[in-house]
Antibody, heavy 120, light 108 residues
Framework: QVQLRESGPGLVKPSQTLSLTCTVS??????????WSWIRQHPGKGLEWIGYIYSTGNTYYNPSLKSRIIVSVDTSKNQFFLRLTSVTAADTAVYYC????????????WGQGTLVTVSS | SYVLTQPPSVSVAPGQTARITCGGD??????VQWYQQKPGQAPVLVVYDDSDRPSGIPERISGSTSGNTATLAITWVESGDEADYFCQVWDSASGHYVFGSGTKVTVL
């Protein structure tokens, strides 16, 4: 059973860069067949897809966030990463990492989520 | 951009059927997913590809689509079904995933 776990600072100052890590266990990112994704949920709100990465490093981003996002992967550590630049209070949210299959547009596995607050 | 519309809340008595709708332009032509989210927890996939269930999801939960509406039905509702439910599609025109705003199911 694949498991995902997010980690990173819970507090980021405005204008700085939010950096999160998703550690995958029970399955290898390098084996292919899956897109590794980031999704966020503003407090009390719905879900917003941020972007995903394939094991080869190919990425696909939400057009509304594309200018501020970098998603990367380290297959040797079985981890993938999110960097979101120039954050504001509007980026305060619970950030989830998740996995979807290449041939199936659904997110079958999710991390437990990590709350990131943007505040000075 | 593509918009999915869900009612904010649905209330249902135990043992009855809860129906949660998700409206979108020609949603019947897309693959629709449904997620259940309980307070403080990550979403859980309960229906994918309109009507398929992942292993471990009870048959009481089912999905369907027709025209501009997708529906998640939960029969024989019990207190453990209280949660927020989100629908989701991939919108090829805008190039990203779209989620509905969520429906809170309350068991009376």
């Amino acid at each position: 059973q694949v498991q995902l776990r997010e980690s990173g600072p819970g507090l980021v100052k405005p204008s700085q860069t939010l950096s999160l890590t998703c550690t995958v266990s029970g399955g290898s990112i390098s084996s292919g067949g899956y897109y590794w994704s980031w999704i966020r949920q503003h407090p009390g709100k719905g879900l917003e897809w941020i972007g995903y990465i394939y094991s080869t490093g190919n990425t696909y981003y939400n057009p509304s966030l594309k200018s501020r996002i970098i998603v990367s992967v380290d297959t040797s550590k079985n981890q993938f990463f999110l960097r979101l630049t120039s954050v504001t209070a509007a980026d305060t949210a619970v950030y989830y990492c998740a996995r979807r299959g290449v041939d199936s547009p659904h997110f079958a596995y999710w991390g437990q989520g990590t709350l990131v607050t943007v505040s000075s | 951009s593509y918009v999915l519309t869900q009612p904010p809340s649905v209330s249902v008595a135990p043992g009855q059927t809860a129906r949660i709708t998700c409206g979108g332009d020609n949603i019947g032509e897309k693959s629709v997913q449904w997620y259940q989210q309980k307070p403080g927890q990550a979403p859980v996939l309960v229906v994918y590809d309109d009507s398929d269930r992942p292993s471990g999801i009870p048959e009481r939960i089912s999905g369907s689509t027709s025209g501009n509406t997708a529906t998640l039905a939960i029969t024989w509702v019990e207190s453990g079904d209280e949660a927020d439910y989100f629908c989701q599609v991939w919108d090829s025109a805008s190039g990203h995933y779209v989620f509905g705003s969520g429906t809170k199911v309350t068991v009376l």
